[in-house]
């Protein structure tokens, strides 16, 4: 289900950079087996991302692709190898953990395993609050359950403990905590995926009501790309690490460019019983991230790769409608320049 852009979502394309990312790489040391040498895994390998004020921006992409390790390295609970992130123009690194916490907010995508089973829900709404020296214990309870009540869940929950809850009350008490110190900026990675279909569209329209009240600002990460069309205004797809496409939410899913972004929107199941499962042409083998390929990292799946897809990795270039990183899209030449070899 498309959505047209609002006028908030229009107004924030002009909007300077709240938070950006810049060639952020994460590698991990991967134990080989006794009498090997350790193995360098690239969870993420260069990626670049900007957040405007009011933008919800997708990250799509296959179980392994890095989405989680960005969303970990924006919310400081990862530190990058290399690259850097700012926020408002300030490297994070400079600002301190406490005051990024307290303008950029997690939700996460097991609201059980996310939430202390002993504490009573109040108290975890309100934790935050504590942890920043904020309003005495009886103001930050009240804090707490306004924002519960504004999630959906009556002040009459406030002393029920996580396992009392269902699972999408569990999610709404994790928005709750997310919100309750007024953050600008709330990450969500994958914060549907572990529940009911209904019980999904509930979560996300509330995420949606959110948006517009509080003026928040969202990155939400997914498999589900029903979901992504319907809450992001901008999307980037993720393969091995790199981000190979990325436009507006409307251009992408009406004429996605690289054929890897093709192949995922081809994967979407579709309500007609006639056409069966979709055939992505992807084949069942996923790509090794300790043994990555030369060249472009998508070209051994690609049923579009030519000679140079093998040798040559291509740039993410910006373009009219997006910025892709394809060879079947070459980077405009610039005047005076040689043409690429």
């Known amino acids: 289900?498309?959505?047209?852009?609002?006028?908030?979502?229009?107004?924030?394309?002009?909007?300077?950079?709240?938070?950006?990312?810049?060639?952020?790489?994460?590698?991990?040391?991967?134990?080989?087996?006794?009498?090997?040498?350790?193995?360098?895994?690239?969870?993420?390998?260069?990626?670049?991302?900007?957040?405007?004020?009011?933008?919800?921006?997708?990250?799509?992409?296959?179980?392994?692709?890095?989405?989680?390790?960005?969303?970990?390295?924006?919310?400081?609970?990862?530190?990058?190898?290399?690259?850097?992130?700012?926020?408002?123009?300030?490297?994070?690194?400079?600002?301190?953990?406490?005051?990024?916490?307290?303008?950029?907010?997690?939700?996460f995508q097991d609201p059980y395993s996310s939430l202390n089973p002993r504490r009573g829900i109040a108290s975890i709404v309100s934790l935050p609050l504590e942890v920043h020296g904020v309003g005495t214990k009886p103001e930050r309870r009240q804090q707490a359950v306004a924002m519960l009540e504004r999630v959906g869940l009556p002040a009459r929950y406030a002393d029920h403990t996580p396992g009392q809850l269902s699972g999408g009350q569990r999610q709404r008490v994790a928005i709750a905590r997310a919100l309750v110190m007024q953050p600008e900026i709330v990450i969500c990675d994958e914060p549907t995926s572990a529940l009911d279909v209904s019980v999904q569209a509930q979560i996300l329209n509330l995420l949606m009501d959110l948006r517009r009240d509080f003026g928040l600002t969202y990155v939400f990460i997914s498999h589900n790309l029903a979901v992504v069309e319907h809450i992001a205004t901008r999307v980037a797809v993720m393969y091995l690490g790199k981000v190979v496409e990325q436009a507006e939410t409307a251009t992408l899913f009406r004429a996605p460019r690289h054929p890897y972004t093709q192949a995922l929107l081809a994967s979407v199941l579709t309500p007609d019983p006639g056409l069966g499962i979709p055939d992505t042409g992807l084949g069942l083998a996923f790509p090794d991230p300790l043994n990555p390929p030369p060249g472009?990292?998508?070209?051994?799946?690609?049923?579009?790769?030519?000679?140079?897809?093998?040798?040559?990795?291509?740039?993410?270039?910006p373009g009219p409608q997006g910025s892709v990183a394809c060879h079947l899209h070459p980077t405009p030449l610039v005047p005076g320049a040689a043409p690429a070899a």
């Open 296 to 317: 472009c990292p998508f070209h051994p799946r690609c049923a579009q790769r030519m000679t140079r897809c093998s040798k040559q990795p291509p740039v993410l270039t």
């Open 1 to 107: 289900m498309s959505r047209t852009p609002d006028h908030a979502t229009r107004a924030s394309a002009l909007a300077p950079p709240l938070l950006q990312a810049h060639a952020l790489t994460c590698t991990f040391s991967i134990s080989a087996g006794f009498f090997r040498s350790r193995r360098s895994l690239h969870a993420v390998n260069g990626v670049d991302l900007v957040l405007r004020q009011g933008e919800v921006l997708g990250i799509v992409g296959e179980s392994g692709c890095g989405k989680s390790t960005v969303a970990r390295m924006l919310l400081g609970l990862q530190l990058p190898s290399s690259g850097h992130i700012t926020l408002d123009g300030q490297d994070v690194r400079q600002l301190g953990r406490r005051a990024v916490a307290r303008r950029v907010q997690p939700v």
